[in-house]
């Protein structure tokens, strides 16, 4: 498809599992985003890659968290030892080199 | 303090209505600002991105930033119900795009 695909749109696990979601932004875009947003509020910024390297982890909320885009196209991003709080709706971008960022519809993650 | 502040709403319109959404941010580094509309259950989609103070129009929809006060506002003509959304408003720094800082979003309902 022409848009930013995410996969798996919902799942639903159990405490201390492992997880992981996987992007698959427009073809040709350089730049890869993951953002987490919770119930009623904005999205968060999680981690930015520029081709295959994390320029910027700033926004992963611990070492559970890990994001990996190995060939600078499709990325995972991955959730260790999973947590009640982890709960939410994490949505990928990508864009050109510097330009609007093109969301895709969300993977909703729920944790029992 | 959050770097950008919405209120969350539900703001509830008739058909017709102009309506008026407004952002306040902290962060003077900052110096692009956008207008995100997000459906249910949908990713983030660009409405219009601003650089400068002042007005910039797009057909039913006028974004505004006064950098002096730190204020941005959206606002929409002859809303529709199809406008009915949540609005976010966020700020990036010198390259538009890059990783953005959301507001909480603000839950808009144009009923006929």
């Known amino acids: 498809g022409a848009g930013v695909s995410q996969t798996p749109s919902n799942k639903v696990t159990e405490k201390g599992k492992y997880v992981e979601l996987r992007c698959d932004p427009i073809?040709?875009?350089?730049?890869l985003y993951w953002y987490r947003q919770s119930l009623g509020q904005g999205p968060e910024f999680l981690i930015y890659?520029?081709?295959?390297?994390?320029?910027?982890d700033s926004g992963l909320p611990n070492d559970r968290f890990f994001a990996v885009r190995p060939e600078g196209s499709v990325s995972t991003l991955k959730i260790q030892r999973t947590e009640r709080g982890d709960s939410a709706v994490y949505l990928c971008a990508s864009s050109p080199q510097t330009g609007e960022l093109f969301f895709g519809e969300g993977s909703r993650l729920t944790v029992l | 303090q959050k770097e950008v502040e919405q209120d969350p709403g539900p703001l509830s319109v008739p058909e017709g209505a102009i309506v008026s959404l407004n952002c306040t941010y902290s962060?003077?580094?900052?110096?692009?600002f956008m207008w995100y509309r997000q459906y249910s259950r949908k990713g983030p989609e660009l409405l219009m991105y601003?650089?400068?103070?002042g007005n910039k129009e797009d057909g039913r929809f006028t974004a505004q930033v006064d950098k002096s006060s730190k204020y941005i506002s959206l606002f929409i003509r002859d809303s529709q119900p199809s406008d009915s959304a949540t609005y976010l408003c966020?700020?990036?720094?010198?390259?538009?795009?890059?990783?953005?800082?959301f507001g909480g979003g603000t839950r808009l309902m144009v009923k006929p």
């Open positions: 073809s040709g875009h350089t730049a």
């Open positions: 966020a700020k990036t720094g010198w390259v538009a795009g890059n990783m953005l800082t």
């Open positions: 890659f520029q081709g295959t390297g994390a320029a910027d």
């Open positions: 962060n003077s580094a900052f110096q692009y």
């Open positions: 601003t650089y400068s103070s």
